[in-house]
C-alpha cells in the first residue's frame, strides 16, 4: 500500500525487493492517477487522498482485493506506508489477511481501538512533526496484543523511503531486516 504520493519509486523498489524474496506483490494504485505525485507536492497529495480516496475506500478496495487473492493463494498479508500502513492496520482486524506490515502510520492515532487477530508489525520512527509518536506508541504497548509487534527506529516520518529527503540510511536497512524476519517468522506467504 502506497503513501499519500501514489505508487512512485519507493514502491517500485519495494515491490521488487518482495518479488526478489519470491513473494507475489500486488501494488494496487489507490490514487487513480497516471503518475505519481512528488514529494514536493506533499499538501496536494494529502488533500487529494482525503478527498478522493479516504481510509474508508481504501479499506474496502484493499478487502475487494484480498478476496481475490485469497482465491487464488492460501495466504496473503499487507505491507503499507504512512497511509498505506493506517488502511494495512484496520487490515489486521479483517480474517482474510494473515499478517500485516506497517511502516509510520501516523494516521494509527486515530484507531487505536482496533485489536489485530493476525500477525502484525508496526515500524515507526523516533519523531513524527504532526503528534507525539510515544503517546501512540505506550497506548499500543498497553493494550498487550499478542499478535502485535512494534519496532522503532531513529529517524522521522519517511525513513525507509530512499528516494525521500527524511531518508534515515541505517535505521532503514535495520527496519527492512525486520520486516524480512517478520516475514520469515511468518512463513510460505506467497501474496502481498
Known sequence: MHEIYGVN?????IQERLLEQGIHVVCPNLLNKEYPYTYYEETAAYQHFMQNVGFNYGIQSIHQILVHLKERYQKVGVVGFSVGATIAWLCSKNEICDFVIGCYGSQIRNYIDIEPICPTLLIFPTKEKAFNIHN???TLVEKENKNLQLKIFPGIHGFIDSFSSNYHE???IRALQCIDEFLQSNSSFNSL
Open 170 to 172: 541505517l535505521s532503514a
Open 136 to 138: 501512540l506508541l505506550e
Open 9 to 13: 519509486k519507493h514502491m517500485n523498489y
